[in-house]
């Protein structure tokens, strides 16, 4: 461990309450000293979780989290229901502004309570135990597992494809153990090494932009070449039912889909009171920006009925475009869902941590290793329900049902906003999402 990190007085592998049961004695120290030193310590004696992730990190964390495979195959999912150009791209400029809403709203509760666990420490402290308890249960359940099954899949089957040419199908059994092996690898880096996990993030989040990059580029080039046939009538036949513009709008939603993770690890930002907040109004501008020019680049390259037709989208189109160099594609899909179930695994752990400190888990889970600082039990716990998710033989069917239950609780947090403006209106607050002031950037 790196030389900056508390010793342990006892073994190098202890695990801990966070009550501080049976633990060793740490020297208190002022919030000063420990902030400035990013001490694991808590002026209870308890042991707790580190302060080690800076705002690069925190902007890796939710880039990282939100570019996993979504935008190299959701794009599909929305031109089929819009069946137009124009209205495609108004959908997914409106789904990055409702996430960046979402996000403002996330900003504001994190800040006023900096606590680890992301909606389910908001839903507790505005709605009390049983909404909390329910949500906590949902998620480590369901949707959290499923989550870590389906993106270990993505790699797996991205990684073996190559293997597997003129058409033959991949074993199923090879995709899970691949899956498998992958969940468990991260969950041990995760588990032991949370600095070099940090850093692996940074390289993963800039090599995920330089895939939308390579194929906004392409596309742009591509454009400029006078290949614009299919912008010439954008709003042409485009779809007016309101239930398929909502399955499209929700398709777009879903590739945005992880821009709260970063409030799962409050406890671990340094300064969350400028960094989450800032973290916030990088990333979410840069992913809606990122994610209209490269469905742009998808249009000008592919039309609508060649979008429908492909199973993956970002693969149709560097087949068609890039030639030789066509499986780059196909390594960098693999990549972002290599990151993106990482950075899943690291927060979605702390939720069940906070969830056990509150009682609403077995308590094993709420105790912290001494050596790393990490909730090691939480870690093992969610990477055994995400490799048994892996057996489950029709996993979107779990996805779609946990996806309304998800999409409920998150509405839910947010409600806690108006709720605390009306129960609470002296209560602290850094920033405040209807103001849009940060006094974080005073």
Same mark, same amino acid.
């Given at each position: 461990?790196?030389?900056?990190?508390?010793?342990?007085?006892?073994?190098?592998?202890?695990?801990?309450?966070?009550?501080?049961?049976?633990?060793? +004695?740490?020297?208190?120290? /002022?919030?000063?000293?420990?902030?400035?030193?990013?001490?694991?310590?808590?002026?209870?004696?308890?042991?707790?979780?580190?302060?080690?992730?800076?705002?690069?990190?925190?902007?890796?964390?939710?880039?990282?989290?939100?570019?996993?495979?979504?935008?190299?195959?959701?794009?599909?999912?929305?031109?089929?229901?819009?069946?137009?150009?124009?209205?495609?791209?108004?959908? @997914?400029?409106?789904?990055?502004?409702?996430?960046?809403?979402?996000?403002?709203?996330?900003?504001?509760?994190?800040?006023?309570?900096?606590?680890?666990?992301?909606?389910?420490?908001?839903?507790?402290?505005?709605?009390?135990?049983?909404?909390?308890?329910?949500?906590? @249960?949902?998620?480590?359940?369901?949707?959290?597992?499923?989550?870590?099954?389906?993106?270990?899949?993505?790699?797996?089957?991205?990684?073996?494809?190559?293997?597997? &040419?003129?058409?033959?199908?991949?074993?199923?059994?090879?995709?899970?153990?691949?899956?498998?092996?992958?969940?468990?690898?991260? $969950?041990?880096?995760?588990?032991?090494?949370?600095?070099?996990? /940090?850093?692996?993030? &940074?390289?993963?989040?800039?090599?995920?932009?330089?895939?939308?990059?390579?194929?906004?580029?392409?596309?742009?080039?591509?454009?400029?070449?006078?290949?614009?046939?299919?912008?010439?009538?954008?709003?042409?036949?485009?779809?007016?039912?309101?239930?398929?513009?909502?399955?499209?709008?929700?398709?777009?939603?879903?590739?945005?889909?992880? @821009? &709260?993770?970063?409030?799962?690890?409050?406890?671990?930002?340094?300064?969350?009171?400028?960094?989450?907040?800032?973290?916030?109004?990088?990333?979410?501008?840069?992913?809606?920006?990122?994610?209209?020019?490269?469905?742009?680049?998808?249009?000008?390259?592919?039309?609508?009925?060649?979008?429908?037709?492909?199973?993956?989208?970002?693969?149709?189109?560097?087949? +068609?475009?890039?030639?030789?160099?066509?499986?780059?594609?196909?390594?960098?899909?693999?990549?972002?869902?290599?990151?993106?179930?990482?950075?899943?695994?690291? $927060?979605?752990?702390?939720?069940?941590?906070?969830?056990?400190?509150?009682?609403?888990?077995?308590?094993?889970?709420?105790?912290?290793?001494?050596?790393?600082?990490?909730?090691?039990?939480?870690?093992?716990?969610?990477?055994?329900?995400?490799?048994?998710?892996?057996?489950?033989?029709?996993?979107?069917?779990?996805?779609?049902?946990?996806?309304?239950?998800?999409?409920?609780?998150?509405?839910?947090?947010?409600?806690?906003?108006?709720?605390?403006?009306?129960?609470?209106?002296?209560?602290?607050?850094?920033?405040?999402?209807?103001?849009?002031?940060?006094?974080?950037?005073?």
């Amino acid at each position: 461990m790196p030389s900056d990190d508390l010793q342990s007085p006892t073994s190098e592998m202890v695990l801990l309450t966070p009550s501080g049961e049976n633990a060793p +004695k740490i020297t208190s120290a /002022t919030p000063a000293e420990k902030e400035r030193e990013g001490s694991a310590e808590s002026n209870t004696s308890r042991v707790a979780m580190k302060k080690q992730l800076g705002l690069l990190e925190g902007v890796a964390i939710i880039l990282g989290i939100i570019f996993g495979s979504g935008i190299f195959v959701s794009p599909k999912g929305v031109i089929r229901e819009v069946e137009a150009v124009g209205t495609s791209l108004i959908i @997914w400029v409106l789904c990055g502004l409702l996430s960046m809403i979402g996000a403002l709203c996330y900003a504001e509760l994190g800040t006023a309570i900096p606590k680890s666990g992301g909606d389910y420490a908001y839903i507790y402290e505005a709605y009390g135990s049983l909404p909390a308890f329910l949500y906590l @249960w949902d998620a480590m359940m369901i949707f959290v597992p499923t989550t870590n099954a389906i993106m270990g899949l993505t790699f797996a089957s991205y990684v073996l494809q190559p293997f597997f &040419n003129d058409g033959c199908e991949i074993p199923k059994i090879a995709l899970q153990l691949l899956a498998a092996v992958t969940i468990c690898f991260l $969950t041990y880096l995760n588990s032991y090494y949370m600095k070099i996990t /940090t850093k692996m993030q &940074n390289v993963i989040m800039f090599t995920k932009i330089a895939a939308l990059v390579l194929i906004i580029i392409v596309g742009s080039v591509y454009m400029l070449m006078g290949n614009m046939e299919n912008f010439q009538q954008p709003f042409e036949n485009s779809e007016t039912d309101p239930g398929k513009l909502s399955v499209a709008f929700y398709s777009g939603i879903f590739s945005y889909a992880g @821009w &709260n993770y970063l409030n799962f690890m409050t406890e671990e930002l340094r300064d969350p009171y400028r960094n989450l907040p800032r973290a916030i109004y990088i990333s979410l501008p840069l992913v809606t920006g990122i994610y209209v020019l490269a469905n742009m680049a998808y249009l000008a390259v592919l039309s609508a009925p060649e979008m429908i037709a492909s199973n993956a989208i970002a693969v149709t189109f560097g087949n +068609k475009i890039m030639g030789s160099f066509a499986h780059i594609i196909p390594i960098m899909v693999a990549i972002s869902a290599l990151g993106a179930l990482s950075v899943h695994i690291m $927060t979605s752990s702390r939720m069940c941590f906070v969830g056990a400190r509150n009682g609403h888990m077995p308590s094993i889970l709420s105790h912290i290793s001494v050596k790393s600082y990490t909730p090691l039990p939480s870690l093992a716990f969610l990477c055994l329900l995400s490799i048994i998710m892996l057996v489950v033989s029709d996993v979107y069917v779990l996805i779609t049902y946990s996806s309304i239950v998800e999409s409920f609780f998150i509405m839910l947090s947010v409600s806690a906003v108006l709720y605390f403006r009306y129960k609470r209106p002296n209560m602290e607050r850094p920033i405040k999402a209807s103001s849009l002031q940060f006094e974080t950037f005073a």
